[in-house]
Every structure is written in C-alpha cells, then in structure tokens.
C-alpha cells in the first residue's frame, strides 16, 4: 500500500503508518517546525518515506504514487490511501477541489478510484453523511454522495490532538463511485444543489429554485419542476440524490435552451438585469451564446 499523509505534524500518526509495513509513505506538511521531526523519523526507516514541504491545495498528490500501480474506473480502488489530519480551515476546500476532480476523473484520480481517509469537525463529519429528513442534510451531503461512498468511522476526541480543537474530530473514509449518480460536471451539479438547498433547507424547495432564474421568470420555474418531476412544496432538506438527479438534469435542458443562464449565479434578484437579461427576464441578444462553453 503506497500512503500519502496530508498535515502530518509531528508524525504521531505518520509512525502508526509505517510500523503497518506499507509500500512507501509520502508526507506532505507546510508547516517547516515540523520536517526536523519527521526528517528524524525517516531516518529511523529509511527508503520508506518521502516529505514534502509545500501546501496541499497547491500539491500534486499523483506525484506520490507509481503509475504502473493505477487501475481502470471500472475496477477496485488501487492500492493506494490519502490520509489526512486536515487544518479546519482547509478542509472544505480541499475537499470540494477532490471531488470536481473525482467527477472528472482527472489529477490524481486519473490513477483510479482512490479512497480517502480524512478528519473534519464532527459537524461537518456529520453533514457529509447525512441522509434526507435529517438536520445535517445540507449542500455538502449531496455534492459528496452522488460521487462517493461516504463511511463515517469514528470520532476522536479533541484532546488526543496537538494543539487540541475545541470540537470533537470525526473520522470519515471517501471513496469515489464507479458510477456516479448524476452524470453532469461538478459545477453544474453544485449550481443547482446551492441554489436549491443553501439558506432554504426548511422552505419549498421551489423557493430556492427560483433563485435559479430571472425573477420576473415564473414560468421557467414551473418548467424546472414539470420536467424534473419533483414536487415544489418538498422542503429542500427533504429531497433524496435522485431528486436532485432529476433537477438538474431538468436545468440542463432549460439552459441548453437559454445558455445564458449559467452565467449567472446570484441569490440576489437585481444582478439578473445587470449584463445578461433585460429587466422581463429574457436574455439579451447581443450575447454571443455558442462562446459561453459548458
């Protein structure tokens, strides 16, 4: 098993991990305090780990593992892991890149269908699990399930961290899908999902649909729903994967007949008349739609 180890510290875990007689262990830490314990560390085992000092959102992780190694979409995972103690207030935006890049199966998960084994706040441990009807069903639920297998395997107490969290610390495991549950790219998913759930959890769902589209255009609200099928009084948190399957696949089709839509993502109903629509809500026409792309 070939490892990767995001934010090590000063190695605690990184010992657990290579006393397991893995292939190879690559660390990657920014912080420079800690590379001279982990430089100890790797003398103490030699030729089985690699640091790297840099910063994980800009890191390449496929650099830490063999390409001979990689396997098809279509097969089991490779036998690779990334682990990571993930500083807070990086972890959702790690998170949201991995997963753009698991529905296009590109960067490292050209390799395969690699599992993750990361740390998060319980709370958003909690969200990232949470099915439909449940207080933590948010965006997050959603843009992670229809990609991945989500197991939340235990929580860790705040303490047994340096420097300990206030919060209690959940560990979840990710594995992407072999076949994801909307075929649409990322952003497009994430369009609808925020507009639909963010801020409007415990409204009809057509409330935060409408965000969506023009203010002054009812009528492609009533199209989303009579396409998609969903029932607009459902409260948001309510809807399960397959309903916002539906939804999006009925934007889709809505957008590839009015492209400018998609380039307007706001929750306020007065940008919609700024650039690309006229005060009715009909797009203008002097907007060159085959050069807005996907």
């Not at 892991?81 to 500083?87: A, R, T, Y």
């Not at 890049?101 to 998060?120: A, D, H, K, M, Y």
């Not at 994430?190 to 409408?210: E, F, L, T, Y």
Request: with cysteine.
């Amino acid at each position: 098993m070939h490892v990767c180890e995001v934010g090590p510290g000063p190695g605690s875990i990184t010992r657990e991990i290579l006393h397991r007689e893995g292939e190879h262990l690559t660390v990657v830490e920014k912080d420079k305090r800690f590379l001279p314990l982990l430089q100890y560390i790797s003398d103490v085992m030699p030729n089985k780990m690699t640091i790297v000092h840099g910063d994980i959102l800009q890191y390449d992780i496929s650099q830490a593992f063999p390409n001979e190694l990689a396997k098809s979409w279509k097969d089991d995972p490779p036998p690779f892991c990334v682990f990571g103690n993930l500083p807070f207030n990086i972890s959702l935006p790690l998170l949201f890149k991995w997963l753009d890049l698991i529905s296009r199966q590109e960067g490292v998960f050209e390799l395969g269908r690699i599992p993750f084994v990361l740390t998060f706040q319980a709370e958003v441990a909690e969200r990232l699990v949470a099915p439909p009807g449940t207080p933590q069903r948010s965006r997050l639920s959603i843009l992670s399930q229809y990609l991945c297998d989500i197991d939340y395997r235990f929580v860790i107490k705040g303490r047994s961290f340096i420097p300990p969290p206030k919060v209690e610390v959940g560990a979840v495991k990710i594995t992407p899908l072999k076949k994801r549950e909307i075929d649409l790219p990322f952003h497009s998913v994430d369009m609808v999902v925020k507009h639909v759930i963010s801020g409007q959890r415990q409204r009809p769902c057509k409330k935060g649909a409408s965000t969506l589209f023009p203010p002054r255009r009812k009528d492609l609200v009533e199209e989303i729903f009579q396409i998609s099928g969903v029932t607009p009084s459902t409260r948001a948190y309510m809807l399960d994967n397959l309903h916002f399957r539906d939804l999006c696949y009925a934007y889709e089709d809505i957008a590839k007949r009015i492209p400018q839509l998609k380039l307007v993502d706001t929750f306020d109903p007065n940008m919609w008349s700024k650039t690309y629509f006229d005060k009715d809500g009909n797009p203008r026409n002097n907007i060159n739609v085959e050069a807005l792309g996907d």
